[in-house]
């Protein structure tokens, strides 16, 4: 499964990048609108760092300013992909940027008819909301099982990506279930590294390493006395 991070924050994007571990990047409005800096020139440099899918919103309501504004963006680097909403217009946004060859990330999708129109539309990929349905007293991740098992049944090229992320057992029960990308907010991510049993194994290991070490050591030699004439 890919592991994309969630968050327009370039330092958290460079931190996570650096652990070896990440696919992509995926950005909405209300990310980038804490970053207080020009929309395009902070996917541009989110481009510079991470070598893969870097998804940016438009902002349009209407097909037709969906699609120019998803040109417009395609044009930044050739890693961009359109995130488009989960509307009628969205789908007929979606229908030609991909006939166009331009990705396209169909988001706020929280049901598993709205995933299979948007396959059908030629996403590349889907967002499924998962978190934000389990707030809602709904089991998001259930909705995610209902979506492999349609996807399975046919050819769509189209992958999901496990949004609104919400802890670790988000991402592992994705991966039981073959998702392709979870998309993971940075302090989930950095969560994901964390169990109790590994800081004591290596403070144990630390420990006997310093008792060898110690018991190893070369005696100090005696100073020399001077003898008397």
Avoid at 38 to 47: R, S, Y
Avoid at 169 to 192: N, R, S, W, Y
Wanted: proline fraction near 4%; include cysteine.
């Amino acid at each position: 499964m890919k592991i994309f991070i969630d968050t327009a924050n370039l330092e958290k994007i460079k931190e996570a990048n650096s652990w070896g571990i990440v696919d992509g990047v995926t950005t909405n409005p209300s990310l980038v609108s804490k970053e207080n800096t020009d929309f395009k020139t902070l996917v541009k440099e989110i481009c510079k760092i991470v070598n893969g899918p870097i998804s940016a919103e438009v902002m349009g309501c209407t097909a037709e300013d969906m699609v120019k504004e998803g040109r417009e963006l395609s044009k930044i680097h050739k890693n961009i992909v359109i995130k488009i909403p989960m509307t009628k217009e969205g789908m007929k946004a979606t229908k030609v940027l991909s006939s166009e060859g331009i990705n396209v990330n169909v988001t706020l999708i929280f049901s598993a008819s709205q995933a299979l129109l948007a396959c059908k539309a030629g996403a590349r990929y889907i967002s499924p909301f998962v978190g934000r349905l389990d707030d809602a007293g709904q089991d998001g991740m259930k909705l995610i099982a209902e979506i492999m098992n349609i996807l399975d049944c046919y050819d769509f090229e189209t992958e999901v990506i496990v949004a609104s992320v919400r802890h670790p057992i988000h991402v592992v029960e994705a991966a039981q279930m073959g998702a392709d990308i979870a998309t993971i907010p940075f302090d989930v991510l950095d969560k994901m590294f964390n169990h109790p049993l590994t800081d004591i194994g290596i403070k144990k290991f630390q420990d006997d390493w310093e008792k060898c070490a110690s018991s190893k050591a070369p005696a100090k030699p005696k100073p020399k006395t001077k003898s008397k004439k």
